[in-house]
């Protein structure tokens, strides 16, 4: 049997793109395998580690837990549309790069989408507020400490740019 | 962990995915995939048609009903989106005391709250909420439209009364009565994982009523009026049966039934009380 494909057209990070692919292929594996765009990594597939976190239409989702199919009408955001227009790191990235908030990286792209939304949400996060941002995110290797420092350390380099958040694909 | 292949279809209408649902096929309504993308990725499902009921508008709403109306809530709600609702916080607060309970907020921004009700996970919170306020839900199919009350919604584990031809529109959560109250609480490994056990508690006058999840195949609510503070635990072990899985054995939930409803039933005196100072 062969399977159907179907013409999808993904907005990712400001580009269209145009693929074909099976209904069942996973977001998360169109990311990766059809448009190149392997720094969403896949963890779990089930959607419990985070580490496929990406931002549709500004919001972080699962990227394992959707259909390609099902994201034509979104604008997505993956790590790799995180960095400022001139290629420098982004407060969040630049953030975890000052902190020591990673070790082995595999974690890392979902909890940058996270907090990216996470501190547009709320650019003045408390401790608490901090740790619950990335609660739903595993990482392995770091117990977590330097992230909740790196979310802190975001929240002020943010402040510090004067310029919001980068908007991330959010709708007007 | 990839799923198996499927066909699908992505209508704009009800009307269209009722139709896409009729016939024999084995088919599955995708609504926020946050439970059904999993268990097709472990193969635990395999539908052999998907119709995805995310391009049909209209069905996003969150309305309140009337003058003492309660809050409907659309099948493309999402979580997130009826968390922050500050109508459904101002008409019927146990939602929102619930929801912030399930899953994380990521998971959140795309589950629909209707689709965890129709899933009819007896761990899941918002079932044993729409148990105990005895909301309902309305489905449409092939021959229109019904409202199942939440009594005949959850038949068994996982399993709801709506036909496979048939999908979920919207739910109705009834308004918390003036001067009644509401609580919720749960024990989880962690925030955001399904509880070992949750209760939640409507108390109104002399009415106590708790509804639990995590406890018995289905959500499960207990009548305990007129028991006294003390003995609360125990009257609702008395009509309940813990069960063992992989993550408490039962003697352990059993002491979580004791303490939670004692604790809820507290919780939500307490809320009544405030809420008819607030009215005074
Ligand atoms: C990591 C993780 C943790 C979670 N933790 C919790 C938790 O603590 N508590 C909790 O309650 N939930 C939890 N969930 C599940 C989550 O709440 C789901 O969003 C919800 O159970 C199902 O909603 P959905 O819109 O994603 O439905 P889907 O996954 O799209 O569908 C689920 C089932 O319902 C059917 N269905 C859905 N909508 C309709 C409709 N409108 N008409 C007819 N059939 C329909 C589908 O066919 C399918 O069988 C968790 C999920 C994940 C991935
Ligand atoms: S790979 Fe998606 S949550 Fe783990
Ligand atoms: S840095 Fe290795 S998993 Fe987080």
Redesign the pocket.
């Known amino acids: 049997m062969t399977e159907e494909l179907h013409d999808v057209r993904l907005s990712v990070n400001g580009t269209m793109y145009e693929i074909q692919v099976p209904a069942r292929r996973l977001l998360?594996d169109a990311l990766r395998h059809d448009l190149g765009l392997t720094g969403t990594?896949?963890?779990?597939?089930?959607?419990?580690?985070?580490?496929?976190?990406i931002l549709v239409d500004g919001e972080p989702m699962?990227?394992?837990?959707m259909f390609a199919v099902s994201a034509v009408d979104h604008e997505l955001t993956t790590v790799e549309g995180l960095t400022n227009e001139d290629g420098s790191l982004s407060p969040v990235q630049q953030a975890f790069s000052e902190c020591h908030g990673l070790q082995c990286g595999f974690c890392t792209p979902?909890f940058l989408t996270t907090i990216t939304a996470g501190l547009r949400d709320n650019p003045t996060p408390t401790h608490e507020e901090a740790r619950d941002m990335i609660a739903g995110n595993l990482c392995r290797c770091t117990g977590y400490q330097n992230i909740v420092k790196a979310v802190e350390r975001a929240a002020v380099l943010v402040d510090l740019a004067e310029a919001p958040a980068p908007e991330a694909g959010r709708r007007p | 962990m990839k799923p198996a292949p499927f066909e699908y279809r992505r209508p704009g209408t009800i009307a269209e995915a009722v139709a896409a649902l009729a016939g024999g096929t084995e088919s599955k309504v995708l609504a926020g995939g946050q439970s059904l993308v999993p268990l097709l990725s472990m193969r635990l499902a395999a539908p052999a048609l998907l119709v995805d009921i995310n391009a049909i508008p209209g069905l996003d709403t969150i309305e309140v009903e009337g003058e003492d109306g309660g809050v409907r809530v659309g099948a493309l709600a999402r979580h997130a989106a009826v968390l922050a609702s500050p109508d459904v916080r101002r008409v019927q607060p146990l939602v929102p005391m619930a929801l912030a309970n399930v899953a994380h907020a990521t998971i959140r921004n795309r589950g629909t709250t209707v689709g965890s009700l129709v899933h009819a996970d007896a761990a899941a919170e918002m079932p044993a909420v729409l148990a105990l306020l005895g909301g309902s839900v309305e489905v449409a199919g092939p021959a229109g439209r019904r409202t199942i009350s939440a009594d005949e919604l959850f038949v068994g584990p996982l399993e709801s009364s709506l036909a496979h031809d048939e999908i979920a529109l919207s739910a109705y959560f009834p308004a918390l009565a003036p001067g009644a109250g509401v609580a919720f609480e749960e024990i989880a490994r962690r925030h955001g994982d399904y509880a070992l056990v949750g209760a939640a508690a409507l108390v109104d006058g002399d009415s106590v009523r708790v509804g639990y999840l995590s406890v018995a195949d289905v959500p499960t609510v207990v009548d305990l009026s007129g028991v006294p503070e003390a003995g609360l635990g125990d009257a609702a072990l008395a009509r309940l049966e813990p069960g063992d899985d992989i993550h408490a054995t039962a003697e352990y939930r059993a002491q979580l039934v004791r303490v939670l409803t004692a604790r809820v039933v507290r919780s939500a005196r307490e809320h009544a009380r405030q809420s008819r100072e607030g009215r005074r």
């Open positions: 998360s990594h896949v963890g779990c597939e089930h959607g419990v580690c985070g580490a496929c976190t699962r990227s394992c837990l979902g």
